[in-house]
């Protein structure tokens, strides 16, 4: 039973973070936008230890801990540290509270914990539908008064989400009288049993999942949202999130409703394809950077889904890999937009960084090692994604897939390249402000991971493969 | 004599890398105007140029098979070595393309613009193409193929003078998706033959696959190459490019697509392309010809230039092809002076053009009073048509001879194709030797070549004659 609590740690851990920023923000009352920081760093940090140190323990059957959540939680925890680091150099330089932005982030990384460990449907809806609807919090923050109908559009969407998810969440129970993942399994096992509700529900979980990721067709929020909230906010949605729901995505698909996902796998197909064009055509189509990687994001998940399915160790790997890429490089890249900042303004579109290059040279030099890597280009860390993703699919002889992937990243490359034309080609318009080092040195932190992992990345993935197969 | 040999390759693909290192942290003044990265430049490209010699004096120049070998496990699952390895083909190529380098270094030591990222570029070029042509495997082959584009296109879009963006984007993409295909190909065989490049031609695979795989390869490497329709691209990024450093790194690109080809299949193509072979050399000889003739037709020296490389590239390209292997080593040793003379020939030929601009003299009779750039151009341009100043001299006549052999028909288009690129060439050398009286004189206000470049090319001067005396001189 002691046990029980002791596995909780990271959790309770971030609750009492959670409370301790709340009576802060109540009763002192000469907070500064670092206060907020410094208190979120501690908890983040103590509760990444805390998941690395109960990486095995079960709260009775309702969360599993494992390698493979462990892997997850993990990377969940770095990733918000580096955000949360960036973002106060930010809400420092410009002097704004940063309470609700610090508040907002240990409340999702408590329901991200809770969700990417639990074997319990109701705990998942809990934990993803809590932190999606709370994410309005994120995009309200400094937004002027006429801006804010979008916000309330978005409030509106993840209500629709969270019903849609509660919706399956309750069917399967009323149908099944079970939240637990593996009776869900064994029940769904036994073919003869199926019935249109038990597809439905599984329709309506899964999609829900899939549209809090931004896989098209419901890709229509996430570049709106990116485009025009604050660089925090932006950073942290196309990083932490898209992390945490694919580990939830698998976790439920293999742990619960593996039975049925011969079912889905056209859907997830199709979902895919239209990810990788509408992420292509639609990063060609922006002019705002933040849309651009958004778009290109979109790109990026479609990949992951078409390698994913059917699930098998293999694909597993492929499409986590690919992931893992693509987020280091969004984190780098994000890094590089809190330099790119003139007259104390951050800069988001195209055309406030031409010929950066020339003022801002080392910024501009990982950035282009950044896009490369993204476009699957050999030597950098991208073209690990790129090999194992088309070996995958050589494997499992899906040709027009690979096809497409490779046809689409063309039309990609094509987004890629202007903004290389724009840094570097053309001439300087704008004068940069002087760079925090702090940027300079997760920027360098950065280049460094991706180089490190690229020259001998065997041990690395040899390790993370064990901890991914712990899923199955 | 070094105890282990094989470390040579990896110094080989070390020392331009803590050439780029040294060059991103160098200090410039505006006073010592880009010469400090440069310097790092220039030092860098002698050093590996040294390293490679000693790889030659350790390396048997009897045995035309690969020689040192140096192995590096990059992955587990899926298994993927990297294997490095040399023989005197490469390493002919790669001393030509250390040398075609170190000239463009030089020409550019007076062009103060972006010439620290330029000279970071072109060392990143020099790295992948020296990794490309060490590669015995087929990841490492692949990864420096593709790598090798991202400096290019930086050096090309910056210092390229290529008005027309979509003309670069174009450029990126045609050889990205080349690159692309390629890979693609590699995966299917690296899951269904595990094989090294020396035995690629002998992988079994079924129908279909062996149409997808041998298809993708050969559109891959053709796509470097500039023939039909692929020509297009390299001409309109080509003759744009007024940098020298620049422009031999360009057509520095098609050679890859040669090597790819030679190193794929030594001595027969696999049998499911076979029958699309004879359709590839009409359409190559149609290009030469016509490209030769564009040339004939153009007053622009740089695309003489381009029209002389593409009718000799597509000559290697079809020894190459021939079913022998016999001609390999006087492929190695004519590409050896040719990339050396072309090189040269672009060095001067940006010089007389930065000192047209600034005098606003006419280009006709501009050499009239250089007599040392009359020399050095006079000397390359009479090598580069194939007088016997050069190693291409003999071995071109090899080359020639095997293409007779097996046909007699292709072989006179191309005789004509040759002969008419080398018109152009000269025709251009007496234009600007010789004019009317007025325009010669006003030609004493412009300047000779200076001291170190006349150095640097009287060194490739002598390398050119000693290749034709003896092309294993660089070898024990």
Redesign the interface.
Known sequence: MLTDYIALLPEIILAIGILILSVVRIFRHSNTPKTFYSLSRVFIFISALATALFYNQNIGNYLHNNSFTTLFKTLMYLFAFIICYLSAKRFVSKNMPSFAFYFTLLFNLLGFSIAISAYNLALLCGGLGMTFITNVILIKIEKPQEERRHVLYYLALSFAVFLTMLIGVVGLHYYLHTFNYNEIEKFLEVRSNLIWQHHFSFACIIGSILLMMGVAPFHFWFSNVVGKCILPVAGYLSTVPILVYFSCLVNICVNAFYPLLGWFNTVFIIFGILSIFIGAIGANSENNLRKIFAFSGLYYIGVMLLVLFPINDNSLMSSFTYMLVYIVAMCGIYTIFYGYRSKGKYMFNLDDIKGVATQRPFLSAALLVFMISLIGTPPLLGFLGKLSVINSLVIGHRFVLLAVILFSMLILAYAYLKIITVVYFEPRDNTFDIVDKGVYWWMFINVVIMLLAVINPKYLMHDVELMLVAVF | MIENPNILLTILMSVPLLGILFAAISKESPESAGSNVLSVGILTVVSNLIVLYITGQTTADSTPALQLFEKF??????KIEFLFTIDSFSLSLLAAVHLAILLGLIGVHNNTYRQKTQVIFALLFLEMMTGYLLAADL?SF???F??M??PL??LV??LGDVHR?DI??RF??YN??GA??L??AL??L??YQNVNIQDISKAVLSHNLEI?VWGAIFIAFLSRIPIWPFHYWISSINVNISNPLVFIIANILPLTGVYGLIRFFPLTAPDIIEPYLLALEIISIVTMVVIALIGFSNRDIHYKIFSYMTVYYILYLLGALLPTDALLSNIGFSIFSWLIIVAAIEIIVAHLEKERQSTSLPERGILSNLKCASFILSFFILAAVGLPLSSMFLNNMFIFAGLLTYNLKMALFILFAIVLSSINLLQHLFYLKYSNNDSAENTNSISDIPPSVIVALSVAMALTIISFINPLWYME
């Open positions: 496990e990059w992955l587990s699952t899926p990841f692949y990864i420096f593709e790598a584009l991202l296109f930086m879009g910056m963006q670069l984007y990126f993409l990205l998706l692309s295909l890979f693609m995966c299917i690296f899951n997808i």
